[in-house]
Each structure stands twice: as C-alpha cells, then as structure tokens.
C-alpha cells in the first residue's frame, strides 16, 4: 500500500460523516473582528496595488529617459574638441560649456500654456509647429541650442513641467575674424566643418567620437605655425589697405621661406567663425587660398627664373623691347615702355612685356609648362587646409598663350601657391609643400624638392632687390631689412574682355634678401586711386601694404636690422 502524506491522505466520505458536517457549518456565525480584520487586509492590498503602479510607472519613465536621450544621456552632448592654439601657445578656439534647451511633451500638463510661457522668453518658439509638438507623446524634442544664461535662469524660474535643459560643449574662438579662415568652424554640433576644425576631425577626431569617446575629456591641444600676433598686423594691414585704396577685396600671407610654415593668412572681406552663418555670404571667401586669380606681373618672376636656370638666358644677356610684339593678330605692348634694347635686369625691373615675353619664347612651350609644373603652379596645393583650389590652365597651349601666361595672364592660381613658388625661387630654390603645423628646417630640407638652381636663386634675390631699390617695389623698402620684391598688376576680365578700368593687384616680398627668412604676399582686388589724380598701381599700394607689414612683423618674427652695405652690388643700369 502506498503510503500519503498526512496532509494528502484522503478519509472516505460517506453520508453520515458528509451530513454530520454540514450542520457544523451552518451554525457558525463570524464575530465583529473577523469583519474589521479582512477589511485591514483589503485596503493593505489596495494600498499595495497603488504603490507597486507608482514604481512600475516610476521604473518605465526612468528606462524611457535612458532610451530618448533625458538627462543624463550621452548622446545629447556635443562632442568635445582639444583646444587650438598658435605658435605661442596663444588659445584660437577651445571649448566652453553652454545649455541647450529641450522638452519631454510626454510630461507636459498643458501645451499652450507651456507654449506662451516659452515665447515671453525666446519668442521664437510661439508658433503653431511647437505648440503641436509639445502636445505629443514624444520623448524628447529639441526647442533651442546654445541658449544664453540670461535666457536659462529666465525660463528655468517659470518652472514649466517637461521643459529642461543640457549642458553641451560649444566652440568660441578668442581672435574671431582674425583667424576665421584658419581655424574655420564647427557646427551646431561641435563638428568641424571648414578650417584646421574639417581637417581635424577628417584625420581623426571624427574616429575618436564615432567610437563613443564624444564627450572625451582632456585632448591634446592642437599647435599650429600660426603666429597671432603676426596675423593681426596682416588682418590689420591688408583691411586698413583695402579701405584706403576703395578696393573691394584683399588677401595677405606671410611664409616661412625655409620650413614651407604658413605664419599668417587672412582675407578680406571675412567673417566671425563664433557666427558660421556670415560664411553662407558669397563674398567672403578666402581669396588666400580658395580664390584663382590671374596674378599679372609677379609671374614675371617665375619666368626669369625659368628663363635663368634654363641655361638659355644670361643675367646680362638683352632682348629687343623697341617696339610691340605681334603674335597670332595680338599686339603685346609695355605698360610704361623703353622703346630700347633691355638687359634682363632692366626686362625685371621695368616689368617688360615684351622683355619677358621674349624670354619665354626662347625657352619655349614645352619647357614653359615644365618649369610651372616643376614649382607647383600647375596643381593644387599640397596642404591640411581644406579650403583650397585647383589652378585653372589653358585649355591649348599655344605661342599667343606662352606669352600672355609669362607675364601672369591665361593662367589663374591662388595666392598661397604664388607665394610657395615664389619661396622655392628665394630660398635656394627649394619647393617646400606648404604646412599650417609646426616645422623644423631639418624636417623642410628632408621633405624639400630642388626645383633650380643655388646659382638661379641667388641671381633672382639680386633682381628682387633691385627692383625695391631702383624699380616699381620703391614702397616695399623698409630700412634695415633689405626687402626684395615684385609687383604685378592684372586687368581684369569683365564680360570675357580685359577692362582697362579694373585690375588685381599684387606684390610678392621676400627679407632679408641675402638669405630670405619669410616671404609676404599681398593682393589687392580692384584697387582705385587713394585720390584724384594718383596711381592706382600695384606699385603704388600692394607695395606700399607690404612694406607696411613687414616693418610691424620683422622684430616679432626675431628677424635682426642691418644698416651695412654688405651684399650690396649694384650692377650698371642703362635708363
């Protein structure tokens, strides 16, 4: 038999147990505590009931804030940028902290009211489209970034339910329009966008937060060539000129001539990179190096030093400059001509069409076109700036095209080659790529391409200071810091024609001459006459602006004044 726990085992029921029973039952009568003691456990469970629906709900809301990106969530905060500084450790963008505003319309009580409360503050937000936002069920709904902290004490103290704010990174940038088109700008979520910002983020930041590390603390600052304090002098100088001379553009630059460092770049009209938006205008542009123009006659310098290091041309050779050039129907004319046999001295600092033009066709297309690809006029710029274009070539190289691109025109490029070109025409004649970062000489010479001669560079810097001291760069000297330099005036094409009215100006500058330290470029667009009845060449004003910078950069760049005479050797002129 099997055997049953006592609690199991079952008592057969017959009729006299089941009806003895049953009497039992009915005369059982429930006392007044039974009553109040199952109404006690009723309420504890209704009680219970309530409480556990609170902390269920309390539970869900708490794991709804994790999914919709509340408070506390990672992924509302704008990703964290190292900072960016100059040469001297001077700070050109860092982040700082800043709230952001957004709403929960899941828990807010009553949208119109919250609607109307929101537009005593930022007025904006009293449409229609908030008021039917805030009347969903949606977790989380952005209503202001980058609100002021005038405006966050204002709206935090109406205290409306489900209104909140974030604290985000925000990128400020201490020198503002001084540095726009270095450092560029990020967007509204603190991604760069323009500038060294897209270079960063392009070369690995965008890495570093696409892995989750966006709100990574303590980045290693970025230091850049840039020196501050020389990029105001030029923002200064090349803004202050383009005034003067009622111009409606200008562009300036300052080189490294021996590490390819760029110490300063700017352009005007600029713009604030702590307002992106003003970058939306079409006129500002970084004509510096975003910008092609046809540089007129500072290609002049190029083509003699082709000319020289060919072997085909002499310092001391001379070409018919008597009377015009006439190639393919084409006259070729002097601007202010000798009407004479020039030597190559005279060609430079006379700025012969003719002189130069002939130069070219001794070298001839093929070695033409060499030479510009050889120092780099014929391709992009190889740099970190993004902001930079592609030169714009002639489509047929023929003799008519020779001649008009030896003296800067059929060709258009951007300043910043201009001036690497012309850095690799003074310095040895060395072409160093271009670099917005730290380099040391040994680092450049290791990287550098000999593109001509020692001897060719050394008899360019003699023609650089003989047109300062005898030519149309008169207005470039600066006592003490023997200036060389080029100037080059371009008409400008208006309606597929040259305007006799309008030109690009520009002079290209180089100190001190012996052994050229740094290289200045400035270019100004449509110049006109400081006044009535003045020149409005470039020797007249891009010079005049070049001279002004480096006489304010010279002593901060530790560049020492000489007043000797040493290196000094005139050669006869004929005038």
Sequence with gaps: ???????????????????????????????PGDVTSGRV????????????AIITRLVLLGVADEATGGLGSRGMTASSRPDILDRNGEVLATDIKTAS??????????????????????????????????????????????????QQEQIFNLGIPGIKFESESRRFYP??????????????????????????DDQWLGDLHALGFASTPNLEPIRLAMDLRVQHVVHHEIATGMQRYHAIAAAGIVLNAKTGEVVAMTSVP?????????????????????????????????????ALDSGLVRLNDSFDARSALRVGG??????????????????????SNIGTARQALKVGLKGQQEFLKRIGLMDKVPTELPEVALPILPRRWSDLVGITVSFGHGISVTPLATAVAAAAIMNGGYLLPPTFFPRSEAEAQSI????????????MRYLMRLNVTKGSGKRADVPGYRVGGKTGTAEKVVNGRYSSNKRRNAFIAAFPIEDPEYLVLVVLDEPEPEKPGMGATAGVNTAQMAGAIISRVAPMLGVTPRFDNDGEQPIAVNY
Excluded: C
């Design 448 to 459: 550098g391409k000999r593109v001509l001669s020692e001897q060719t560079s050394k008899e």
């Design 330 to 351: 084409f006259t070729i004319n002097d601007f202010h001509g000798k009407h004479r046999v020039l030597t190559v001295p005279e060609i430079f600092i006379y700025s």
């Design 175 to 200: 020198g503002g329009r001084t540095v726009g088109y270095v450092t560029g700008h990020v967007n509204i979520d603190n991604k760069g966008i323009a500038g060294i910002e897209k270079y960063v």
């Design 101 to 150: 505003l957004y709403a929960e319309p899941r828990r807010v009580v009553d949208p119109d009211e919250a609607t109307e409360m929101l537009a005593s503050v930022l007025p904006e937000l009293g449409n229609d489209k908030v008021r039917t936002a805030l009347s969903s069920q949606a977790g989380f709904l952005w209503l202001k970034r980058e609100v002021t902290p005038e």
């Design 270 to 306: 600029d713009y604030d990179p702590n307002n992106p938006a003003e970058a939306l205008d079409p006129n500002r542009l970084n004509r510096a190096s975003a910008g092609v123009f046809e540089m007129g006659s500072t290609f002049k310098l190029f083509t003699t030093a082709m």
């Design 41 to 52: 456990v009723l309420a504890m469970l209704a009680f219970g009931l309530v409480y556990g």
């Design 1 to 31: 038999m099997r055997l049953l726990p006592a609690f199991l085992s079952k008592t057969p029921r017959t009729a006299k147990t089941a009806g003895a029973a049953a009497p039992a039952r009915k005369a059982r009568v429930r006392s």
